[in-house]
């Protein structure tokens, strides 16, 4: 049974083929448009995963949306009338959107899906999931357990803003939930607006701007604002908040409590967002350690499967995980909407058609969430000659001792290997390479390459086997989703003066062996690179290990601020033209800047809307 699963018209529409239940392709539709959390239907990803399965439209059996557009709508409604005659501005502009476009949803998907179609009608396939269920599906069926409890956080679906499934074999049971307008998510985008972020793409800047701050806001917030139970539940004061139906997300009432307006984005950063993101970062992490303890206390199963928005605050996650609650946690690599997509087909192959799972005992069903588009040699060399890049060819091991000699010299590698990431982490296939052991290096790929706030941490990868040498983390970390603090053998003591720093001034200290990788409170997010899923990466830091005795990279996307990772050989060159990047390896390509024609540089600086 071959099913096609969609997200769309939120933000990151993605799609995701699965065949007799296993994964075949996934991608985001922003990595082929170029267009940041694009929210259009998804036409080019579903081409993509129709070209990965040598598929027609007409040979998939089943497209499931993942989510019910009419629930949706009728929350809307009701919280309209709930709250009339406040919120009519945003009453006025969305009735007309949804009344245009969004109540027809089903039929505009059967004639977009029809326009993909050699047959030209896709009807009779289309069949709808739930939200949240999406959500549970795509933690759950993927991952290596046969039972477990299974955790969604995020803004909205329909109604459900938290929930709480029971997955065993091939079934999963909703058996809690808290609804619209209380919502973790929202609460953490509130503070993302208010401190002067984009809501849906900041989020990752708050948290890595929260260990800059003290959180001396958090019982302000738990007092006024947040209502929060011993078992996790929560409620929120609507009175602080004009998401539900305004057209911001704070209300006067929440910045006459924190004492002033929501920052301008672009503006110096104080202290005082420092200790705003500290804040709600600890109130977030007090949620989710509540709801996992209560979880696992009235379950009494050891597995966790996290998915939603919320599971990508991989601090948090790094806190649940260090609890104890549960024995096991495994995380949806595309924990946010576009990891819906896959969600949809899954619930629908293992719920709605009660077809078993496959578990192999040992890894997730993911690949490594490898899922994307990859191009043969033959491919690359003609696409870059096309471009005008100029390159030479090296094979193994000459390749990675390049690579080596690059990044030894300080040098930003750019690494385009094999089929493309699913989800917002670049794990490797997709990423900008750099030494750890580098003091500079963190300032350097901040400023002169991905052009974005110097305060922004980055994500060391790792070689599984070494992980606990570097790291206080017992267990693999495959998707860039666990927080774990740099082993005390590993770090540099303070000096005095050094302690007494506050804020941005902790930034350029070096803390540990690895200080690229290390942020201001000795944390880093932690990939662990596994021979299994990515024997191209391993050995490329198996070579830097030989080389210089430690097994870690600097790893974050091949991207610049604002900009989707890169998708084609194409793309990764036009953004090394447009940045600081000296060396780019795609698959057997080498590419310096030194070689490049000046003419084909670009101006990336201010090419994308900021993210």
Known sequence: MRILGLSAFYHDSAAALIEDGRVVAAAQEERFTRKRHDAGFPQEAIKYCLQAGALSLDDVDHVVFFEKPLVKFERLLETYLANAPRGFSSFKMAIPVWIKEKLFQKANLEKALGTLAPSGSAAGKL????????????????????????LTMDGVGEWATTSVAIGRGNTLETVREIHFPHSLGLLYSAFTYYTGFKVNSGEYKVMGLAPYGEPRYAQLILDK???????????????????????????????????????????????????????????????????????AKTYGIENLCLAGGVALNCVGNGKVLRDGSFKNIWIQPAAGDAGGSLGAALAAYHVQFDRPRQLNGALDAMQGSYLGPEFSQAEIEQRLAAAGAKFSVAGTPELFERACDALEAGCAVGWFQGRMEFGPRALGARSILGDPRNPQMQKNLNLKIKYRESFRPFAPSILA????????????????????????????SMTSDEERLFGIEKLNVTRSEIPAVTHVDYSARVQTVHEETNPRYHALLSAFKRRTGCPVLVNTSFNVRGEPIVCTPEDAFRCFMGTEMETLIIGDCVLAKSDQDPALAKDYKDKFELD
């Open 127 to 150: 069949l709808f999931a739930e939200h949240h269920q999406s959500h549970a599906a795509s933690a759950f069926f993927p991952s290596p357990f046969e039972e477990a409890v299974v």
């Open 225 to 295: 604002i947040v209502d929060l139970k011993e078992d996790g539940s929560f409620w929120l004061d609507q009175s602080y908040f004009n998401y539900a139906t305004g057209l911001t997300m704070t209300s006067q009432k929440f910045h006459d409590l924190f004492g002033a307006a929501p920052r301008t984005s672009e503006t110096l950063l104080t202290q005082r967002e420092m200790d705003l993101a500290a804040s709600v970062q600890k109130v977030t992490e007090e949620v989710m350690l509540r709801l996992s303890r209560s979880l």
């Open 465 to 492: 086997e070494d992980v606990a040498d570097y790291f206080e983390l017992g267990v693999n970390s495959p998707y860039m989703l666990l927080v774990a603090d740099v082993k005390e053998g590993r770090r540099r």
